[in-house]
């Protein structure tokens, strides 16, 4: 290597000059260099060029031997397929071709090199190698974000787009070509937004006029910031536009139409009940809250509490299933009874509501209710099971019976406890006073808890008369409740709320066990009859119970009459019949109590062989006033005739009334004429007195009509 001359201006031979000067270009240059003479002989070379290739000094200097040189260069890394004889060839090849040849070299130490040979005129060549190395590995890691950013914005579930200042694409991805419906060849950057619009406004896909919103936010852009559009087949987009410092704008557009759909769905599942779509609790309160301004200015409005009969006798014994499809049938008939401007809401359970606004009248209410009624009691078809649901209707109508949510709600509750206590089936409106009766009913349920526990339940026995002999055949167990405060309380009064509360299921097993052992006791053809509510049915043990109170008291199982009402067939359950024929089989004899008084299908009286049918005293009581019940009555014991039933009259009051059903055909006879009934005791003393022998009437024993000892 040769040392340039420092200091002072070079003085010397012009050729001198020159070296030095040249010297000093090629010491300064970036690059490596190297020329070689027409001999291969190295002439010059720099410091760049030693320490790229890391050449030994001697190999430095003027005179080497180009072939020498590239020996090295092979043995320390350059990387070449061929020997060093080649790659001199394809030196000496390019050289003649006298062009500049550009190559990239590549050295075992990861460095590049780019090698520009030149040929020189008076022959050998002057090469300059530039260490790319680090350019290389930008333009490597340039490429790689390149790919990084492509896959990144075409893996955006947004659309994303950006314009220039002149409103030309920069870039764009597929999603928003997917959302907007725009073919990708019309992506390509440089297309104008306004040729993107263009194609909007003719949409190919849905409707164009659908999608001026949509035109709007692209051809606008950042002017418009953030907003929601829709598209032309009527999906919902959200963009989000931001302004970038060249006069363009980048906008983000995500298809939100599933999100608005889940939205719409969830608050339309929080207002309205799941199984019959109906709006709920809180949705039907809203509703009222929404009128209470007119309701105070005097508007009148009705709140009608519906409550389906019977739905938990259903549910428990039919299943769920069954239980759900009465509910939706329910829910159709109250919308079919109800007008548009109605509100109908399920409340929970087989709770409904309706809100009748306007309500011109009190009558128009009532008019509704008895709608309700009337098409609650047709038959429903359930999964293959014939129905008979009703429905009881409490009404409050305000503002007279409240203007706000809460008390119209409570007072049609009350209302609507009247009419279930009435013998449902039927409706109510709001008086005064009924928070009052329900504070009572509470009471009695409370009650009845401890009642069974506190000894205060008892039974006494009515006789029964066989009209051919004029003998007691049998007597019918009735249920007594001693309050300790409110004394005696009626069971018209009490089993009801026992059946609902589902109370019934141990009291009836007590009265059972009660019934037998009392009957046991007494002489061989004096049967008992115990009555039985549905909701024992829904018990499983109730033939279990049957049987153990038979074993127990001993009492022979032809003895024992249990006696149901035609509530129990109202739903066709298989189970109940089940239940009936197994009783059955134990020997026990089954009537039908009430007859007349429900649904009076002939269908039930076929669906299982009753041993008798006791004639509803409403008709007895009738029967000499009223011809419609004296039908009824001769109807019956034809019926029971012809089925092969024994026939007994309830509440025989009169000598005219017992003479009537005796003539007629009936059976059996029972009521306050023959006798009240009687507690065990006196039961045992009358049968020893008469020796069961019916001459003259019980009822002046010295009991009261409920069986207590008279004064
Ligand atoms: P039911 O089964 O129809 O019982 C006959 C009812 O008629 C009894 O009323 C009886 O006292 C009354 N009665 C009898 N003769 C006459 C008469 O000549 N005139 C009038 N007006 N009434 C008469 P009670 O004891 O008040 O029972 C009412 C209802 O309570 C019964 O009607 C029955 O449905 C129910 N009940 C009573 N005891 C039980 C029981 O142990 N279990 C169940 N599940 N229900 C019972
Ligand atoms: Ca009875
Ligand atoms: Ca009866």
Redesign the pocket.
């Given at each position: 290597m040769l040392k340039p001359k420092l200091g002072p201006p070079a003085v010397g031979s012009p050729a001198d000059v020159q070296r030095a000067r040249l010297d000093a270009a090629v010491r300064n240059m970036a690059q490596g260099l190297c020329l070689f003479d027409a001999d291969r002989r190295l002439v010059i070379c720099n410091q760049q060029y030693v320490d790229i290739y890391e050449l030994p000094s001697e190999l430095a200097q003027p005179g080497t031997q180009h072939e020498d040189i590239v020996n090295y260069r092979l043995a320390h890394g350059m990387r070449w397929d061929g020997g060093a004889e080649a790659f001199i060839r394809r030196n000496d090849a390019r050289l003649a071709g006298s062009e500049v040849g550009i190559e990239i070299v590549e050295l075992s130490n990861g460095r590049v090199v780019q090698v520009r040979h030149q040929p020189i005129s008076v022959g050998g060549w002057v090469a300059t190698h530039t260490d790319i190395t680090d350019l290389r590995n930008r333009e490597k890691e340039l490429s790689l974000q390149n790919l990084r950013f492509d896959a990144a914005i075409n893996n955006m579930s947004q659309g994303l787009s950006m314009f220039d200042g002149e409103r030309r694409l920069v870039v764009s991805n597929a999603r928003f070509a997917e959302i907007y419906g725009l073919p990708s060849e019309m992506l390509v950057p440089g297309t104008s937004v306004d040729i993107l619009t263009g194609f909007l406004k003719n949409a190919p896909r849905g409707d164009g006029a659908n999608a001026a919103g949509t035109i709007r936010a692209l051809a606008e852009g950042a002017a418009r910031g953030a907003e929601v559009v829709e598209t032309a087949d009527n999906r919902i987009v959200s963009i989000l536009n931001q302004a970038i410092a060249d006069g363009g704008w980048v906008s983000t557009h995500e298809d939100v139409t599933e999100q608005r759909n889940r939205e719409a769905r969830i608050r339309h599942l929080a207002a309205h009940d799941a199984l019959t779509d109906l709006p709920n609790r809180t949705q039907f309160q809203e509703h009222i809250v929404k009128l209470q301004d007119r309701i105070r200015l005097g508007e009148m409005v009705a709140v009608l509490c519906v409550d389906l009969d019977h739905f938990k006798t259903i549910n428990d014994t039919l299943g769920h299933s069954v239980g759900d499809g009465v509910l939706k049938a329910a829910a159709a008939r109250l919308l079919h009874c109800c007008r548009q401007t109605d509100l109908v809401a399920r409340l929970g359970g087989d709770e409904f509501a309706i809100l009748q606004a306007p309500t011109p009248n009190v009558d128009t209410a009532a008019a509704l209710a008895r709608r309700i009624v009337q098409a609650a009691a047709q038959p429903l078809e359930i999964l293959g099971h014939r129905i008979v649901i009703g429905a009881s209707v409490g009404v409050a109508v305000a503002p007279n019976d409240g203007c706000d949510a809460d008390s119209l709600m409570k007072n049609a509750d009350l209302a609507l406890y009247r009419a279930k206590s009435e013998g449902r089936g039927t409706f109510h409106f709001y008086e005064h006073g009924m928070d009052i009766a329900l504070q009572k009913r509470l009471a009695l349920e409370m009650g009845l808890r401890v009642a069974l526990a506190h000894n205060e339940l008892s039974?006494?026995y009515?006789p029964l008369v066989n009209l051919a002999d004029n003998r007691i055949s049998s007597f019918?167990?009735?249920?007594?409740w001693n309050h300790p405060e409110r004394g005696p309380i009626?069971?018209?009064e009490f089993?009801p709320i026992a059946?609902e509360t589902g109370q019934?299921v141990a009291?009836?097993e007590w009265?059972l066990r009660e019934a037998c052992t009392a009957a046991a006791a007494w002489p061989e053809h004096i049967r008992i009859a115990?009555?039985?509510?549905p909701r024992?049915f829904g018990n499983k043990g109730l033939v279990t119970i049957v049987e153990s109170a038979l074993a127990a008291s001993g009492l022979n199982p032809r003895r024992l009459e249990l006696?149901v009402?035609e509530s129990l067939l109202l739903i066709d359950s298989g189970s109940t019949l089940q239940i009936l024929h197994r009783l059955r089989e134990l020997g026990v004899r089954i009537s039908m109590?009430?007859f007349g008084t429900g649904y009076s299908s002939l269908s039930y009286l076929r669906s299982f062989p009753f041993d008798k049918l006791?004639i509803?005293?409403s008709f007895v009581?009738e029967s000499l006033s009223n011809p419609e019940s004296l039908a009824i009555v001769k109807a019956v014991i034809g019926l029971g005739r012809s089925l092969g039933m024994e026939t007994t009259a309830?509440?025989?009051?009169t000598e005219a009334q017992l003479e009537l059903i005796h003539a007629q055909g009936a059976t059996e006879a029972?009521?306050?004429?023959i006798s009240?009934?009687l507690p065990a005791n006196a039961v045992a003393s009358l049968l020893e007195a008469t020796g069961s022998r019916h001459k003259d009437r019980f009822f002046a024993s010295g009991y009261s009509?409920?069986?207590e000892k008279a004064g």
């Open positions: 039974l006494v009515q019918e167990a009735l249920l007594r009626p069971p018209s089993v059946e019934i009291i009836g009265v115990v009555n039985l509510s024992q006696e009402t109590d009430d006791k509803d005293r009581a309830e509440g025989v009051e029972q009521g306050f004429l009240v009934p009509r409920t069986g």
